[in-house]
């Protein structure tokens, strides 16, 4: 553990899903439904997916999602399947229906309470980070909060660059994706994997501390 480095934190940057909210449930029930709108519109081939098949984009911006995934499928019906994942997941949230990991609150109210800055960065819409933001009252813990389609989706270290400066150093990156990584790999700053998130192995090998529970931030910070 980089103890010296993590001691002098000041400002931490969190990841959403898989790191605050456990978005599975949801996520999957949304997912099928787009693909059932492509199936019956003749551009995709029936299937039975397997939850990690589908979790696996949890994470990702839309745009590499579609990219990733299917990156053929012409670019209306990406559209159209990306709104309906989109609109799904904001009924669920206005529904009430969005879960948070155990002790997120708890944790997050404990950082504030010991003076740190935390910072909300998720690849995702607005519409999504507002309706989180207003079941959750999210605004009570972060002093602010970013999505990536603000930014027309871009990388979240090209995002980090453009706000850094208006925050105290020294930063920490909290999150469980390659994505949240790579903000700690270009401008040199410890990265907390969470185990229990939708990372691979492979992604999480990438951070330099691994955490199985979000409440550990309290005996570490």
Not at 55 to 83: C, H, R, V
Not at 98 to 109: F, G, K, M, Q, S
Not at 142 to 149: A, I, W
Request: charged share 25%; glycine share 4%.
């Amino acid at each position: 553990m980089d103890e010296p480095r993590l001691k002098s934190t000041q400002t931490i940057v969190f990841d959403y899903d898989g790191t605050l909210q456990d978005s599975t449930a949801n996520y999957i029930t949304a997912f099928k439904t787009a693909y059932n709108y492509l199936v019956d519109n003749q551009k995709a081939v029936p299937k039975d997916w397997k939850d990690e098949e589908i979790t696996k984009w949890l994470g990702y911006s839309s745009k590499d999602m579609w990219e990733n995934f299917m990156p053929d499928l012409d670019a209306e019906y990406q559209i159209a399947a990306s709104k309906i994942i989109g609109e799904t997941l904001l009924k669920k949230a206005l529904a009430k229906e969005a879960i948070l990991y155990p002790r997120v609150l708890e944790t997050l109210a404990y950082l504030n309470s010991k003076g740190y800055n935390l910072i909300f960065l998720s690849n995702c819409s607005n519409d999504y980070m507002k309706a989180h933001q207003q079941a959750f009252q999210l605004n009570h813990y972060f002093v602010d909060m970013y999505c990536t389609e603000s930014f027309g989706y871009i990388p979240k270290y090209d995002i980090f660059q453009m706000f850094k400066d208006q925050y105290k150093e020294n930063f920490l990156i909290v999150g469980d994706r390659i994505h949240d990584f790579e903000i700690g790999h270009y401008h040199n700053i410890v990265t907390i994997g969470c185990n229990y998130g939708f990372g691979t192995e492979e992604e999480l090998q990438k951070s330099d501390i691994r955490i199985n529970d979000i409440q550990e931030l309290q005996e570490m910070l």
